[in-house]
Structures are given as structure tokens and as C-alpha cells.
């Protein structure tokens, strides 16, 4: 095979709008398919890279969540799976508690729990529910392709709506914006607060990292058209990935500003589990460049692995590299007035429908 050729099946090998180019071994499952030889062409197939949506009837919509790094106590995700196909996802190892690989079957099978609404209201009605606000997309996004279809995260806002129930988001889809109406009304009583996912403006990243994703000037114009409409809106930055988008992070704050975001919030990249080989193998695909430069400075920003497991670190990384990305997420926070002031969730106005007439 001449290489033209070479170069040519290696094109075809790369899936396009996807993230993961392949299926890491689930850690739970026994046995592995895998392909030992390139002629073995009768005992193996590509995987199908089509988008599935899988119907689950879940028994719980509504988690507590233990970790000391996250201030949420409770979070909700309509959807396991995300089509987004972020490949730095943390949400990925957690989909191989379902039987599935953290690479390609996180972006293709995504799992409906299409009772989930009526999941939340339950919860909700629990007499021993003390209202705390809970974050709605704390593992994937609820407002992936998915929703348009589904309208799962519509009916849930639509509940905690009618319960006066507050809750954090976090997006990167634009897609929000269909729900503008009922943002505002919960933004009224102080009981929705959001943060869009922004992590590049460079395009060639963008859709490399976030395939299936809106672009960066996109969530710009979705933090701008909500904070006019009253809705209190912040940006996150996360991953923030050293020789990679690390440098973007002041244009990233003082466009966010200017667009209307009040509040931010960073993670420092970390690749724990499957995500380790999936990054790993992302990143020497498409970045040949700079590959070794990226992952040894992701090295040094985790005490020489890519990962860190321990609580109050893992987040934020440690050694001089991640120090650097602390200290230009300090310094612009302050220039452009992000986090300045001191603002919560309304607690106060939630109430279980019939519990006023109850007090009579």
C-alpha cells in the first residue's frame, strides 16, 4: 500500500463530529471485543457511530451528591450520555456503570429517562424534603440535541417552577433559549441561576474537543440575551487545558463580562479513569504539533500524572502550572467584576402544591 493510500484509511478511520475516536474497555465488564488483526475483516465491524436514544425507566431522578469540592447537595440529569462528545467529559466514566464504554457509546446511546418529570414532582412532594436548591445537569448537559426531541428538561423546569424549587444550570447549548420564558419567571423569584460552558473561541478546537456543540460567539449570545431578560447568568471555564486554551482565559472572561455574566467558575483539566486513554488518544490525533507539550504540561500540573483523586486538589491541580492558571483566574475576576457580589438561590418561596390550604 503506497502511502496516499495510508494516509487515506487513516482519514476514514477518524469519525467525524464525535469526540472519542474509540470504545475503551467498560472496567466493570468481563469480557472485550478487539481487533488483533487488520485482515480479520469477517469477525469485525466499525462501530456504528449513528445516534441512539435509548429509553430507561429510572427509579430516581434526584441525587445527593457527597464530594467536598461541589457546593450542590442534590443534582438531577434527565439524560445519560451526551451527544456534545466533550472528550475531556468527567461524565464519561460514570457511563460505564451502565454497561457501556466511556468513548463512542457515551456519545451514541443516549440514555431517555423519560419519567423523569414526574420523578422530580415525587421527590419534591416528600414531606421530609427540606428545599435546598439542586443543580440540573451535574453529570451531562440537559440541554444536549436530545432535548429537542425529548423536552425532558422543559417539563422538570416546569415542576420546579410550580414548587418555587431553585436550581443551578450549566449548559454550553444554545438551545436554552427556547425556555427563555420560563427562565425569566423563576429569575423573578431568584430561583434560577446558570452558568455557560465556555472553554475556546479558536474554532479548530472547538470542534475537535466539542464536536457537537455550539460555538463560542453562540454561548456569548446566549449569556447576553438572557442577562438582559434578568436571568442571572455566569460563565464557566472547564476545562482550562495547559498549551491548549489555558492562554484564552482572560478574552474568555472579558467577553463573557461585557456580554451580561455576573459569576464564574474554572476546573483545571484532569483525566482520571477511561478519560486518560481517550484524551491521550484525541489529543495525538489531532494535535501531532503539540501532543507531548499538552500532556506533560497536564503532567506537571498533577504532581506527574494526569490525574489527581484527592479531595479539595483535583479540581484545581497544584505545582506551578496550575498555579498559574489560579492566579490569571484571580486576577481577571476582579478586572472584569466577576463573583463580586454575594448572591443565593431563594430558598424561602417553595411550597408543595395544596400546602397552603393545608394550614386552614
Not at 430507561?56 to 451527544?83: F, H, R, T, W
Not at 466577576?338 to 448572591?343: I, K, Q, S, V
Given at each position: 500500500m503506497n502511502e496516499e493510500n495510508t494516509d487515506d484509511l487513516q482519514e476514514e478511520?477518524?469519525?467525524?463530529?464525535?469526540?472519542a475516536q474509540i470504545n475503551t474497555k467498560?472496567?466493570?465488564?468481563?469480557?472485550?471485543?478487539?481487533?488483533?488483526?487488520v485482515e480479520g475483516i469477517d469477525d469485525w465491524s466499525e462501530p456504528n457511530i449513528a445516534t441512539q436514544f435509548i429509553d430507561?425507566?429510572?427509579?430516581?431522578?434526584?441525587?445527593?451528591?457527597?464530594?467536598?469540592?461541589?457546593?450542590?447537595?442534590?443534582?438531577?440529569?434527565?439524560?445519560?450520555?451526551?451527544?456534545h462528545g466533550c472528550i475531556y467529559c468527567y461524565a464519561r466514566n460514570s457511563f460505564e456503570y451502565w454497561g457501556y464504554s466511556a468513548g463512542l457509546d457515551f456519545e451514541r446511546k443516549i440514555l431517555v429517562k423519560k419519567n423523569a418529570p414526574q420523578l422530580l414532582r415525587k421527590f419534591l412532594m416528600n414531606k421530609n424534603y427540606q428545599c435546598i436548591p439542586i443543580s440540573l445537569s451535574g453529570n451531562t448537559d440537559c440541554y444536549q440535541p436530545a432535548e429537542k426531541k425529548f423536552r425532558l428538561t422543559r417539563q422538570m423546569l416546569e415542576v420546579c417552577n410550580e414548587f418555587n424549587q431553585p436550581v443551578g444550570m450549566i449548559t454550553k447549548n444554545a438551545s436554552i433559549l427556547r425556555d427563555k420564558d420560563i427562565l425569566i419567571e423563576m429569575s423573578k423569584?431568584?430561583?434560577?441561576?446558570?452558568?455557560?460552558?465556555?472553554?475556546?473561541?479558536?474554532?479548530?478546537?472547538?470542534?475537535?474537543?466539542?464536536?457537537?456543540?455550539?460555538?463560542?460567539?453562540q454561548r456569548l449570545k446566549v449569556i447576553e440575551e438572557l442577562s438582559k431578560a434578568g436571568v442571572r447568568m455566569g460563565v464557566m471555564l472547564g476545562p482550562m487545558i495547559p498549551?491548549?486554551?489555558?492562554?484564552?482565559?482572560?478574552?474568555?472572561?472579558?467577553?463573557?463580562?461585557?456580554?451580561?455574566?455576573?459569576?464564574?467558575?474554572?476546573?483545571?483539566?484532569?483525566?482520571?479513569?477511561?478519560?486518560?486513554?481517550?484524551?491521550?488518544?484525541?489529543?495525538?490525533?489531532?494535535?501531532?504539533?503539540?501532543a507531548d507539550k499538552v500532556w506533560h504540561l497536564i503532567e506537571k500540573g498533577h504532581g506527574g500524572k494526569v490525574n489527581d483523586s484527592r479531595w479539595g486538589v483535583r479540581m484545581r491541580g497544584e505545582g506551578p502550572i496550575a498555579d498559574l492558571v489560579r492566579q490569571q483566574y484571580v486576577k481577571y475576576n476582579k478586572l472584569?467584576?466577576?463573583?463580586?457580589?454575594?448572591?443565593?438561590l431563594n430558598t424561602s418561596l417553595f411550597k408543595r402544591p395544596g400546602e397552603q390550604l393545608s394550614l386552614f
Open positions: 478511520k477518524y469519525f467525524k463530529g464525535r469526540g467498560n472496567r466493570f465488564s468481563k469480557t472485550e471485543q478487539v481487533r488483533e488483526h430507561v425507566d429510572a427509579k430516581s431522578i434526584v441525587n445527593k451528591v457527597d464530594s467536598p469540592d461541589l457546593s450542590m447537595m442534590y443534582s438531577m440529569n434527565p439524560y445519560q450520555g451526551c451527544e423569584k431568584k430561583l434560577v441561576s446558570i452558568l455557560i460552558s465556555v472553554t475556546s473561541f479558536d474554532e479548530e478546537i472547538r470542534r475537535t474537543m466539542e464536536p457537537r456543540t455550539t460555538t463560542g460567539k498549551g491548549l486554551n489555558e492562554h484564552e482565559m482572560q478574552r474568555i472572561m472579558k467577553a463573557a463580562s461585557e456580554a451580561g455574566a455576573v459569576f464564574s467558575a474554572y476546573t483545571f483539566i484532569r483525566l482520571n479513569g477511561a478519560i486518560k486513554l481517550l484524551f491521550h488518544d484525541w489529543l495525538y490525533k489531532n494535535f501531532t504539533d503539540r472584569y467584576h466577576l463573583n463580586d457580589e454575594r448572591w443565593e
